[in-house]
């Protein structure tokens, strides 16, 4: 496995591969790899003959500097991961190969930018957006993956590849669950025993909303359903519940007719957690 800390290296390595007729796939993360990520990296290995991992905590995209100091890192052990899985390159580089000094660009989706995760975390989603540009600018892959648990972040990237024409293919993959049913996500490993174990609330809350959103109800009932059940576990403080149009993510007025998403979002301690699920009433 290569290991390339510069956009030079990783171009150089990207070439030659394609000089072959091999087809690329890359999987953007932020290290501190789990199985959830490792199941994206088996899905390009699958669909493409050489696959990239990038590895960088992307300070654009977060909005307070603690959250950005106490993200996990251990680039070793990442490099154990996916070494096993057969991954031809991983692409780590530093902030300032990234961002040079007099960086000035950036990119946006501007209605998908604004609302849910995005109004609750401005400018969230700008940070993301420029640095897959980037990214996808750097490694010219065919395809790139992404976890379907965060739901907007797939929605704006593959809005931004389409509105920008950035010649990729975005492949969604489903979420993977830890057995007791809690997405995994490297925050994990930051809840307390009773935060890990009050944290289950969120899959419940939402195998109960499934089951719900064929009874009849509307939008905002749902959402308050789901809210009153998230509140049983008094260790969940509540960030966001959405039941939105799982195309676009728009509003629903009135009875559910058509698939929607329902988003969560709460914070367990300090640690904020996301989930979500597509539902039909059908
Ligand atoms: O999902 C993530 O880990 C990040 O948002 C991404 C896509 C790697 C961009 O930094």
Redesign the pocket.
Known sequence: MEICRTKSDIRTAVKQWRAAGESVGLV???GFLHEGHLTLVRAAKEACDRVIV?I???PT?FGEAADLDAYPRDEARDFALLEAEGVDAVFCPSVDEMYPADTQTTVVTERLEKMLMGELRPGHFK??CT??TK?FNIAQADRAF??EK?YQ?LLV?KTMVRDLDIPIEITGVPTVREVDGLAMS?RNVRLTPDDRKAALILNKALAFADYEVSDGRTASELEEAVRAFIAKEPRAQIESVDVRDAATLEEVTGQITAPVVILLAARFGDVLLIDQRVADPT
């Open positions: 953007p993360t932020m990038t960088f905590v992307n995209q940070g993301v640095v897959v990214l992404f976890g965060d972040q990237i490297s």
